[in-house]
């Protein structure tokens, strides 16, 4: 049993998805569904997923609780929500009210776009994230390596609400680089409210070249900092695609934890994320 705690789905003819642009992102500008989705999933013996917002719009996030409730695939939605409106307590409460609304597990918000690397400290935000805390969901955290800083400043003021970092917070890894990703990173998960993702590592590498030994010095200060048990799997599709196929990410996981014993492993592709997102069972 594997828990594929980060991926996506869209459908262009609901809406676009401005942020694939360039030539780069060409093969993304198709439709991605639950349908797509299944059989690699299950080929690979994933049976649980957490499906995770793309785009700040506030239809999203029903549309994903009303897709988890209808599929048994979905355990889990990290959903979105503006943490700066002054309602967000009463507008998260409805959102739980929803078809779906048990599903809903945690809200992202897409730091990385912010211009200010402290957006997470101001007073707005510090207060729609202690409302998320106050809901029982938790905040995961898409950001570049020069936010994270200010990602440990406000796991530290806000220690009730847990903060899961995606995608180990984007590190450098098609130009090697290991500082000062690795200091920030290490800052973070001091903090016992922290979890982090083994997710999106294969694009931030070459994608046309990448070895599992590129990702390796930065999963391996993953574990290392977090552990396994604050650790999880995702496969981070269909992003993932531009550069490895959903079989392809799994293995190479699979092979950078393989000095871990069962139970830790157990707790890195399972067991992390069922805890953390408390995910659905039925």
Known sequence: MT???????????VRDQDWISGPELQ????????TDLEPEARAAGVDRTVLVQTITVPEE????????????LVAGVVGWTDLTRPDIAEELARLRELPGGPFLKGIRHQV??????????RSDVQRG??????????????VLPHQLPACAEAAASLPQLTFVLDHLGKPPIASGEHEPWATALRTLAALPNTVAKLSGLVTEADPASWTPADLRPY????LETFGPDRLMFG???PVCTLAATY????????ELTGRLDTSERTALFTGTATRVYGLCTG
């Open 219 to 222: 999963t391996d200060t993953a």
């Open 129 to 142: 994230l202690a409302a998320v805390a106050a809901a029982g969901l938790v905040h995961d955290l898409v």
């Open 247 to 254: 079989d392809q990410v799994l293995a190479t996981a699979e």
């Open 27 to 34: 093969p993304l500008r198709r439709n991605f569904t639950l």
């Open 112 to 121: 990385q776009a912010e211009p200010d690397p402290e957006w997470l400290l």
């Open 61 to 72: 996030t029903p549309e994903f609780l009303a897709l988890a409730a209808g599929h048994d």
């Open 3 to 13: 828990v594929d705690a980060h991926h996506h789905v869209w459908d262009l003819a």
């Open 235 to 237: 496969s981070d599709w």
